[in-house]
């Protein structure tokens, strides 16, 4: 049983640069978080999928934060124009539709704009 | 506005101690109060959690400490071992959609 995988692992960009991370989550698991991990603080919600529905966007810290998950499993969280303050860990975590309390996360892709 | 606020920053125990985490909230429409253990370059992972209708709740080593006249709460690690150095985050939630963390303790526990 694997877990939630996240990749790339790291990734640099230039600023300005358009990025993508993907998670994929835990097998049947119908709700997908991603989190936003500055260094040396706690996750910081940036958005939540029930199956393909994003319920709630309101961690998203501008409008060049873009997240989907067309088809309920895998998602990506993409990034347009990156900045240096979008420097981070960008966490993802998932979890059954009727154990939304237990999430499981990934191992976070580390992001760094240049 | 930090939602859920935590401390100490860090934290040195010695092998055999008491490491002790505490957390406050402001929201009361908090309803579930979860601890996250955190190992360099992995993900957090659900340590132990609590509802507000009970004021302590104990696993093993870890027990949280819930005070909800207060809005606080804490996370006891007795006889703290050299595996158990680590960061930890507390977090809330109210509807499971959208958990709210503290910013973290880092724990060293010295053999």
């Known amino acids: 049983g694997a877990g939630v995988s996240q990749s790339p692992r790291y990734k640099v960009a230039k600023r300005g640069q358009d990025v993508a991370l993907r998670c994929d989550p835990i097998?049947?698991?119908?709700?997908l978080f991603w989190y936003q991990q500055a260094l040396g603080q706690g996750p910081e919600f940036l958005t939540y999928?029930?199956?393909?529905?994003?319920?709630?966007k309101s961690g998203l810290p501008s409008d060049r934060f873009f997240a989907e998950r067309p088809e309920g499993s895998v998602s990506t969280l993409k990034i347009q124009r990156t900045q240096q303050e979008d420097s981070a860990v960008y966490l993802c975590?998932?979890?059954?539709?009727?154990?939304?309390?237990?999430?499981?996360f990934g191992a976070g892709t580390r992001l760094s704009v240049l | 506005q930090q939602q859920v606020k935590q401390s100490p920053q860090s934290l040195i125990v010695q092998k055999g101690g008491i490491s002790i985490i505490n957390c406050a909230y402001e929201?009361?429409?908090?309803?579930?109060f979860p601890w996250y253990q955190q190992f360099p370059g992995k993900g957090p992972a659900l340590l132990i959690a609590?509802?507000?209708?009970?004021s302590e709740k104990k696993e093993g080593r870890f027990t949280i400490s819930f005070n909800k006249s207060a809005k606080q709460f804490s996370l006891h690690i007795m006889d703290s071992q050299p595996g158990d150095s680590a960061t930890y985050f507390c977090?809330?939630?109210?509807?499971?959609?959208?958990?709210?963390f503290g910013s973290g303790t880092k724990l060293n526990v010295k053999p």
């Open positions: 975590a998932s979890s059954l539709r009727d154990r939304k309390n237990i999430q499981y």
């Open positions: 097998s049947g698991h119908v709700s």
């Open positions: 999928f029930q199956n393909e529905a994003q319920l709630d």
């Open positions: 929201n009361t429409a908090f309803d579930y």
């Open positions: 609590i509802r507000p209708d009970v």
């Open positions: 977090a809330a939630t109210y509807n499971f959609n959208k958990f709210y």
